[in-house]
């Protein structure tokens, strides 16, 4: 093996560890959480909002491919695709795939 390759191996072996240490972990200590307490409600909200913001992001200051989409079009298929999501009794499936043929058809239209 070549210093690279065993370099990655150790990369993806040291990251596949955390990843399944810490899931491991969360099981173990899932037992003993209320659902209804105040402070799992509390990380939920943090991790809600968390997502938002990110998602925010992306959509106002875009990096990548996402670049050349103008920011109307990026609104427009948001809108869509949030309307698409109440409409199939919150389904993620629909709305994830709707979303990715809309901006590539708007995003050629325009």
Do not use: H, Q
């Not at 173990?28 to 799992?40: A, H, L, P, Q, Y």
């Not at 990096?63 to 999501?85: H, K, M």
Request: charged share 10%.
């Amino acid at each position: 093996m070549t210093d690279l390759s065993s370099n990655i191996t150790l990369v993806i072996l040291v990251t596949s560890l955390a990843t399944y240490l810490s899931r491991f972990l969360g099981v173990v200590s899932s037992e003993n959480i209320d659902v209804k307490s105040k402070i799992f409600r509390w990380f939920n909200c943090i991790a809600y909002s968390t997502l938002a913001a990110l998602i925010a992001r992306i959509v106002v200051f875009p990096t990548g491919i996402l670049v050349d989409a103008e920011i109307l079009i990026r609104f427009l298929v948001i809108l869509l695709s949030v309307a698409v999501f109440f409409a199939t009794k919150k389904n993620l499936v629909y709305p994830t795939i709707l979303s990715g043929i809309l901006l590539t058809v708007l995003n050629s239209l325009y």
